[in-house]
T-cell receptor, first 114, second 111 residues
Framework: NAGVTQTPKFQVLKTGQSMTLQCAQDMNHEYMSWYRQDPGMGLRLIHYSVGAGITDQGEVPNGYNVSRSTTEDFPLRLLSAAPSQTSVYFC?????????????FGPGTRLLVL | SQKIEQNSEALNIQEGKTATLTCNYTNYSPAYLQWYRQDPGRGPVFLLLIRENEKEKRKERLKVTFDTTLKQSLFHITASQPADSATYLC??????????FGAGTRLTVKP
């Protein structure tokens, strides 16, 4: 199993550009989520999904869109990048929601918005 | 407002000692509490999970306690080693909802 994979590893964007961060898992997990991690602030939940076709907002959803058309994939879209979105982004998956099971994290995508 | 506070940004201890990390929370009623390890440039890795009706959980040199009255979890690493140096994150989940993380404590174990 590859676990949770994320691409790209690193990206530089200009303000106003759009891009999609890719996330895939091969563990057949129903629950997937996106976090951003900033110094001193820990991981903050952006969006999550409890299954294909179902998504919901987390703590900091503004400026981001998600969709879940398959169990395996959960892409995160930045519609119009802003410098405040400079961060490290982690995708995670779990067999179920609610914290009763381990979350498996990807290696992260480091994003710099100029 | 809801808060998750981990006792300090950084903790330095000598090899062989016990490291104790604290996670305090306010305005949460977590059904589950988890601890993760994060190395620089990598994603968090799950260590332990404890449920609200459990007082203590152990795994090898790791021990977690969960006091829902004090709203606090303690994470212990006994006989610490330099390889234990990392950032440790606590995470709370209400059960059926999303998970929230603390900012983490960076542990350095000196030889």
């Amino acid at each position: 199993n590859a676990g949770v994979t994320q691409t790209p590893k690193f990206q530089v964007l200009k303000t106003g550009q759009s891009m999609t961060l890719q996330c895939a898992q091969d563990m057949n997990h129903e629950y997937m989520s996106w976090y951003r991690q900033d110094p001193g602030m820990g991981l903050r939940l952006i969006h999550y999904s409890v299954g294909a076709g179902i998504t919901d907002q987390g703590e900091v959803p503004n400026g981001y869109n998600v969709s879940r058309s398959t169990t395996e994939d959960f892409p995160l879209r930045l519609l119009s990048a802003a410098p405040s979105q400079t961060s490290v982004y982690f995708c995670a998956s779990s067999p179920i929601t609610g914290g009763a099971e381990t979350q498996y994290f990807g290696p992260g995508t480091r994003l710099l918005v100029l | 407002s809801q808060k998750i506070e981990q006792n300090s940004e950084a903790l330095n201890i000598q090899e062989g000692k016990t490291a104790t990390l604290t996670c305090n929370y306010t305005n949460y009623s977590p059904a589950y509490l988890q601890w993760y390890r994060q190395d620089p440039g990598r994603g968090p890795v799950f260590l332990l999970l404890i449920r609200e009706n459990e007082k203590e959980k152990r795994k090898e040199r790791l021990k977690v306690t969960f006091d829902t009255t004090l709203k606090q979890s303690l994470f212990h690493i006994t006989a610490s080693q330099p390889a234990d140096s990392a950032t440790y994150l606590c995470a709370l989940a209400p059960g059926g909802g999303d998970m929230r993380f603390g900012a983490g404590t960076r542990l350095t174990v000196k030889p």
